[in-house]
Nanobody, 122 residues
Framework: QVTLVESGGGSVQTGGSLTLSCGVYGYRYGYRSLCMAWFRQAPGKEREAVATIAGDGSTTYTDDVQGRFTISRDKTKNFLYLQMNNLKPDDTAKYSC??????????????WGQGTQVTVSS
């Protein structure tokens, strides 16, 4: 049973920072080489991919967070992170991590966490 558990969400003011964490539990075979990603979904909006990190460490970001967010992973501790700086009210959403099927990133993901809420006030 693979489980992803997010933490680190909260409420901050515009310009503040948060670091989200995602623990990967129960994966027995080399998850560390698989693509992982952070998604977010705001009320009334579709879920969107915020950042991805492939098995080789290459990263992608949606234009809106480029330069403000950083995705990283600690392969020894089975954790994925999202450092979020200079937060804006439009960043308010529920953030979820996801684990993919292969080393390269694709639109399909195999496992999802329950999410953690991020609220940014003006």
């Amino acid at each position: 049973q693979v489980t992803l558990v997010e933490s680190g969400g909260g409420s901050v003011q515009t310009g503040g920072s948060l670091t989200l964490s995602c623990g990967v539990y129960g994966y027995r075979y080399g998850y560390r080489s698989l693509c992982m990603a952070w998604f977010r979904q705001a009320p009334g909006k579709e879920r969107e991919a915020v950042a991805t990190i492939a098995g080789d460490g290459s990263t992608t970001y949606t234009d809106d967070v480029q330069g403000r967010f950083t995705i990283s992973r600690d392969k020894t501790k089975n954790f994925l992170y999202l450092q979020m700086n200079n937060l804006k009210p439009d960043d308010t959403a529920k953030y979820s991590c996801a684990l993919g099927y292969r080393e390269t990133c694709s639109p399909e993901f195999n496992y999802w966490g329950q999410g953690t809420q991020v609220t940014v006030s003006s």
